[in-house]
Structures are given as C-alpha cells and as structure tokens.
C-alpha cells in the first residue's frame, strides 16, 4: 500500500492567490482528516470527514479555507484568497473507523509545505 | 476542549535512555498514543497504551500510564541517532480524533 498521498509536497504562492491541496487516502480507509502544522500552534485538526461527509469544520479557520471530499478515494483543502499566516504544513491523515476496538490509528501522509509570500 | 500537554525539547546521548512526558485531560480516551515525526514526514504511530493498562513495553519502548494523574511517558531505552525525532502524544476525543500535543523534540548526540 502506498499510504496516504499528498501533492503537492511543497507550494510556494503569493497573498491572493487560490491553494488546492490534494490528498488520497489509504485504499478502505474510512475516515478522513486535515491538519495544519505551524511552530506557534503544533498540529490543529481543521476538518474530520467520515463516509466522505464533513463531520466536524470547527477547525476550519475562516470562510477562505473550504475542503471537500468527492469520493472516497480523494479530498481537496482549498485556501482562496490565501495569505501569509496560512505558511504551515498541511497534513491529511486517514484511518479505519470502527476497527479494532475502538482503536483510532491515524495514518498520515507526507504533507504539503505551503508558503504564501 | 481536550489539552494535551508536553515539554518540548531533549538532548539525550546515544547509547542513554531518554524519557518524555505528557499530561491529557479526557479520563475517558480508550487509548492513548505515541506519535513520531522524522524531519520532512509526517506522523508515525510510534505505541499506543489501552487506558486499562499501567505499562507496555515494545522492544526499546515502554509506556507508562497513571490514570489517576492523567500522566503518560514513553521511555525509550539504548537511545540511537535514529530516534531523533519529535515525539506526539495523543488521545481519543468524540468520534475517533485524536487530541496532540505540541510535541517533544529529542535530538541524539552521538
């Protein structure tokens, strides 16, 4: 299994511009999740899908930041207008709701490093 | 909301045991977990403990939980450079997310 697949690795763009992040989740995995990573906050949760339906946006920031999940194989994090406090890692992670007992194993991908200049 | 709490930074010599430390909030999390991140990667499951258990030991690795103090370690023995890394822990809230923390970044001198 190739893990959870993330592009691009790194995206460097100027204040305004549109960001689409892409990420594919481990094949049969249910449940899906964004995160951002900066040095001052650590890793924030922005949105949780599960069965390709957003079930927690609480994370999400503000109206600029939207993520969607077509199907089960694939998720978009799309940041219009962007900005430079957006600078972070993105991370997508996916897991296997239900499995195991209750045991949450996330699996993350590599993440995306995007820079708003 | 959920608090996940750590130190932030250890140097250990290769060769020493190092020990990490963390506090959480959420008594009712089934499992608690170690994460590790390498430079440019993303996050690894490490170990997990399940709550009902006061240790688990994993080759180099060992877990160490007190419920009553929602306190959680991870020690790992015989140190080496590959373990340089930053070290998450994490537990369960509402619907299988999972509450970080900052993290704890352990640098290996050689």
């Known amino acids: 299994d190739a893990g959870v697949i993330q592009s691009p690795r790194h995206e460097v763009t100027e204040m305004g511009q549109e960001v689409t992040l892409r990420c594919k989740p481990i094949?049969?995995?249910?449940?899906l999740f964004w995160y951002r990573q900066t040095m001052m906050r650590g890793l924030e949760l922005l949105i949780y899908f599960n069965n390709n339906v957003p079930i927690d946006d609480s994370g999400m920031p503000e109206d600029r930041f939207s993520a969607k999940m077509p199907n089960a194989s694939f998720s978009t994090l799309k940041i219009q207008p962007s900005e430079p406090r957006d600078s972070a890692v993105y991370f997508c992670a996916s897991s296997l709701r239900g499995s195991r007992g209750g045991l949450d194993t996330q699996y993350f991908g590599p993440g995306t490093r995007l820079t708003v200049l | 909301g959920e608090d996940v709490e750590q130190s932030l930074f250890l140097s250990v010599r290769e060769g020493d045991s190092s020990v990490i430390n963390c506090t959480y909030t959420d008594s009712s999390s089934t499992y608690l977990y170690w994460y590790k991140q390498e430079p440019g990667a993303g996050l690894q499951l490490l170990t997990y403990i399940f709550s009902n258990m006061d240790m688990k030991q994993d080759q180099r690795l060992t877990v160490l939980l007190n419920k009553k103090d929602k306190h959680l370690s991870l020690r790992i023995a015989d140190t080496q450079t590959g373990d340089s890394a930053i070290y998450f822990c994490?537990?369960?809230?509402?619907?299988?997310?999972?509450?970080f923390g900052k993290g704890n970044q352990v640098v290996v001198i050689p």
């Open positions: 094949s049969g995995h249910n449940s």
């Open positions: 994490a537990e369960t809230y509402g619907n299988n997310r999972l509450a």
